[in-house]
């Protein structure tokens, strides 16, 4: 039990430490998350239980009760900023007459931004190319196909590690474990092994790292844009593809101060 004691009196002085070092600065929070109604869009997709399941909720209603501690003042999600469905559901559930689909932004989003007083979110996602094929076909011309399925399936073999792993953990566990920075960097680097293929001529592989990255400042910009006063607190909630860039936005951003989940769950999870 001292040691227990010892470790909460511990996280409490990270946390507070971190407050402070933020010198006055708006806050922002990316928290990466899995994708829970498994709509199947990403390369290799997890395929995850029935988050509205009375065990479920009541381990989303601690993901919240966390992230409640960061106190945001905006939600920033990852939609179509022009879409009306979104917005719509969520006066809907303020209004009681909305149940929470499977979806992330709905079991996380509308329930921090109830719990913290929100009238509204913020869609800040933008569109944008991921030309794999290019990178595929580059591979075949050159004769490294093989070789570029080996580095693929080791990605793969990561998001089958966090598939078990989400079986037999709770939700807030398991946005810890995604969002430790060891995965963050494993995720990271699945897109800057892709550089080596392409040349001159074809540039495939640095090409298509160019355009995720375009796409990622672009959502980091609709998320800065949101900050209109140094008190501002931004929990940004997004698809876990996402985090080491718009972590890595944010850290070079020397106009904000960049937050981790870590700095606000309970000691032992």
């Excluded at 400042?217 to 008190?231: A, F």
């Amino acid at each position: 039990m001292p040691g227990r004691v010892a470790l909460i009196l511990l996280l409490a002085s990270v946390a507070a430490h971190a407050q402070s070092n933020c010198n006055g600065k708006p806050q922002i929070l990316v928290l990466g998350t899995y994708h829970m109604a498994n709509p199947g869009r990403d390369i290799y997709n997890m395929q995850v239980d029935d988050v509205r399941t009375p065990k479920r909720q009541q381990e989303l209603a601690q993901v919240a009760e966390v992230l409640a501690k960061f106190q945001p003042t905006k939600i920033a999600i990852e939609a179509d900023p022009d879409g009306k469905k979104l917005p719509a559901a969520y006066q809907d559930y303020l209004a009681g007459k909305h149940e929470l689909t499977q979806n992330e932004i709905e079991q996380i989003g509308f329930r921090v931004a109830r719990q913290s007083g929100h009238k509204q979110l913020y869609p800040v996602d933008v569109d944008g190319d991921f030309p794999i094929q290019r990178v595929i076909n580059y591979a075949k011309a050159t004769g490294r196909s093989a070789e570029l399925e080996k580095m693929m399936a080791t990605t793969g073999q990561m998001v089958a590690k966090q598939d078990e792993y989400i079986k037999s953990h709770t939700v807030l566990e398991s946005l810890l474990y995604m969002n430790a920075p060891d995965q963050v960097a494993m995720g990271d680097s699945f897109y800057v092994q892709l550089v080596p293929y392409g040349e001159p001529g074809d540039f495939a592989g640095p090409d298509l790292l160019a355009s995720w990255y375009q796409r990622n400042i672009r959502i980091y910009s609709n998320i800065v844009r949101l900050i209109d006063s140094p008190s501002d607190h931004v929990l940004v909630i997004y698809g876990s593809g996402h985090l080491p860039w718009l972590q890595e936005n944010a850290r070079m951003d020397t106009s904000v101060c960049l937050r981790m989940l870590g700095d606000f769950a309970p000691a032992g999870k």
